[in-house]
């Protein structure tokens, strides 16, 4: 009998240690995944994007560290605009680039095996011909045989082209002068072209600049801009859990906007440096959603058919365009947003 209750009190003792000791085999176990999580190193990449305001989901993911805290160490790489900042990530100089549809298109019209991960940003009043009043230019059928500048190979040509044609103007007859945005206040200023075909901020700019001597032709119903961000093809099969990281980070940034519309133009203004002032009156053009939609699609070959009319590419057939479309990274992480046809 007391061998019994020896055995019962041993017994009891064991159990109580081992529930004592549960909680602190718990918590050295969660310590030590934290410790494991913490030692892994950040996740090394470079993103191009355009300081033309039209990347702010972009600006908003890197100001406020939404990278740094998806495991990413996220190297900003600035351009002037979208078409350069595509031609970082061709060039291999940047894995991941933020681009209008136009450059997007004549990569895979040229061969490129470039893929588009998501649109973070769209408008149909970001493009616009701006043109000299007082040199006679009232209306769209005016600039007939007028000189015209315009970055070759953006959205702003593809608008520009869109526009004469639907105004009856055949594009042979404007003279077009290929220039950098940053040079076209002063070439219309001084009158060294009638009119130019560009984006904001210049377009904002050139308005306040001409006063009561310019004109500014809109065309919401010819053209809406998708703002995209792309990689390459074998950098998305690689590295396809970075790019859930980045597309997170970018939804983080949209409902930051969303949310907190003030602060985001303030945070933007500060990041790519542009008078916030500038920047208030562009922003109710843009709308900040990130999407992989049917409308992409339709813009792609819109587009292809007119670089096909212009012969301006290499390929000369239209492409399976969902070749160049990665949805599986955005279906990962937001299946709401994708609403392509396959």
């Known amino acids: 009998m007391l061998l019994l209750t020896y055995k019962k009190s041993l017994l009891f003792l064991r159990s109580t240690l081992l529930i004592l000791l549960i909680p602190s085999l718990l918590l050295s176990i969660t310590s030590c995944k934290k410790l494991n999580k913490s030692a892994d190193p950040p996740e090394k990449i470079t ?10 989901l972009m600006y908003i993911a890197f100001a406020k560290g939404y990278f740094a805290e998806e495991g990413l160490d996220a190297t900003p790489q600035p351009y002037p605009f979208g078409k350069l900042a595509l031609k970082a990530v061709l060039d291999g100089r940047a894995d991941l680039g933020t681009s209008a549809d136009t450059p ?10 470039i893929t588009t991960l998501a649109v973070i940003q769209t408008s149909n009043r970001d493009t616009a011909i701006v043109a000299r009043q007082d040199l006679g230019i ?3 059928t005016d600039l007939n045989g007028k000189k015209i500048g315009v970055t070759l190979g953006t959205n702003a040509n593809f608008f520009m082209d869109a526009f004469l044609l639907d ?4 594009t042979d007859k404007v003279k077009t002068v290929d220039m950098k945005p940053d040079e076209m206040v002063a070439a219309l200023v001084e009158g060294r072209v009638d009119a130019v075909s560009s984006f904001n901020p210049t377009i904002t700019l050139l308005k306040k600049e001409l006063g009561n001597k310019g004109t500014v032709f809109f065309d919401e119903s010819i053209y809406t801009e998708n703002f995209c961000v792309a990689a390459m093809q074998d950098y998305v099969k690689k590295n396809p859990n970075t790019i859930k990281k980045v597309l997170r980070s970018l939804i983080r940034a949209e409902t930051f906007v969303q949310q907190n519309p003030e602060d985001a133009r303030r945070i933007v203004a500060e990041f790519i440096k542009m008078d916030k002032v500038l920047l208030d009156e562009i922003w109710p053009t843009f709308s900040t959603k990130i999407t992989l939609d049917q409308a992409l699609l339709v813009d792609f070959e819109d587009q292809t058919r007119w670089a096909l009319k212009q012969r301006s590419t290499s390929r000369k057939d239209m492409p399976n365009y969902l070749d160049f479309i990665y949805s599986d990274g955005l279906l990962a992480v937001k299946p709401s947003a994708v609403r392509i046809i396959r």
Do not use: C, E, R, W
């Open 138 to 140: 009232a209306t769209p």
């Open 104 to 113: 997007l298109m004549f990569a895979v019209m040229n061969g490129q095996k």
């Open 47 to 56: 993103i191009a994007y355009s300081t033309a305001s039209n990347a702010i």
């Open 167 to 170: 105004h009856g103007i055949d």
